[in-house]
């Protein structure tokens, strides 16, 4: 049998405001329990809201970077349900005109470019939290009333490898306009998946399955393909099932029922009366577009373009701000893009520390560095030498000329003593100069190993190769 895999996926991303949606209550991660609260978050009697500027300006920027038609009227709804964590008994939310539609995120696997739909991008508030514990449940209502924008895409997504690519490509460029932290560990992206598949033969399709408790990104990935293999093995064995909300459990690796979804939700939404509708112009919109910093994949592009590099260095280079930023400073002054491309993308990332937030964390400046490009290119010192420079640098942050002489790694320059070690090498190893004679022109290399070996990886590798061929062939 044949399968096409549909994935839908709903992202919920709290926005970094310095106020919540419709109050003036401080917007932070955590805090004591109930002490960023008042009337209004709070839902008491009387309290009104006021939606906050920043928080419309930000999830426009944040519709514009994901492709999306920007709407020019916004009005707000109420979605109710009851549930502990939410206080008025409704939600805020948009329901009919959102600050984003049709947009779309392209991700690239395999050398193969795809782009995802987005549907839509609402703003709405978040709700507070249950603390639960053996005796009873404890409610934190500091989250009551976070900003957020809801990103529903469209079910474009054919495999696990792909929503996580997604993932990645939209954390990067929220992160990158600065409109959220992105951080799933602390709730500030969070996100839910629909699975189901269709038989390409008999069009049959499974029921759709939402997971939820997805705390990584590779954790989607390892759902929805545990959930595809779920869902093929029991459409093989002629089984139907219910649609259902799961939960991915970490430990088994495999998705639990948590509960079934036998009819759909009636949230009986109804229009916001406390806010008025908001008209945001074109005017409005292009200045917020000017406004905008450079995008993941704009800047790849003129990485590309400007330094002459390949798709992947420009991709790993631009994903992390900090890491592209120390590349172009760096730049500035080595202009070997190639080389200082190679040397950030392995030696440097091998060691980096990035923090929480991404900000990366290097003991030396930009001009140590490309110092130390520098005395390579230059022949001062080798490739190998200057990747121990650079672990020591790493180490105690040291300028590179001060490790340099401290562990005598300066390349030699005197010619005359690297044919005296030629020459040594050579009477040492008559049998390879004999298999040389014979054709065997890869003894070189072993020679130029006994030369390096004794300068104690000092003498200039080419310059050994060429006085080697030359004293060979005599």
Known sequence: MAYKTIVGLEIHVELSTKTKAFCSCENAYGGEPNTRVCPVCLGLPGALPVLSEEVVEAAAMASLALNC?????????????????????????????????????????DGVKKKIGIAQIQIEEDTGKSLHTEEETLMDYNRCGVPLIEIVTKPDISSGLEARLFLEKLRATLKQIGVSDVKMEEGSL??????????????????IQEVKNLNSFRGVEKAIDYEVARQKALMEAGEEEIRTTRRW????????????????????????????????????????????????????????????????????LTQKADLADFYEGVARDFKDY????????????????????????????????????????????????????????FEKGDKPEKIIEEEGLAQMQDSSLMESLVKEVLEENPESVEDYRQGKDRVVGFLVGQVMKKSRGKANPQVVNQLLLEALKK
């Open 338 to 393: 190639g080389m200082l491309a190679n040397w950030v993308t392995t030696e440097v990332l091998r060691r980096a520390d990035f923090t929480e937030d991404e900000e990366l964390r290097l003991p030396f400046e930009e001009k140590d560095f490309s110092d130390l490009l520098k005395m390579i290119q230059e022949d001062k010192i080798n490739n190998n030498a200057g990747k121990k420079v650079l672990r020591i640098m």
């Open 190 to 207: 969070r996100c839910d998946v629909n699975v189901n598949i269709k038989d390409l033969d008999s069009q049959k399709r499974s029921s």
């Open 249 to 316: 459990d970490d430990v088994a690796n495999e998705t639990v029922v948590m509960r079934a979804k036998l009819t759909g939700s009636d949230y009986r939404f109804v229009p916001e009366p406390d806010l008025a509708p908001i008209e945001l112009s074109p005017e409005r919109i292009e200045e917020i577009r000017q406004t905008m910093p450079e995008l993941p994949d704009e800047k790849k592009a003129r990485f590309m373009e400007a330094y002459g590099l390949s798709a992947y260095d420009a991709e790993v």
């Open 69 to 109: 038609e920007v709407g020019q009227e916004l009005t707000f709804d109420r979605k109710n349900y009851f549930y502990p964590d939410l206080t008025k008994g409704y939600q805020i939310t948009q329901n009919d005109n959102h600050i984003g539609r049709e947009g779309f995120i392209e991700v690239e696997s």
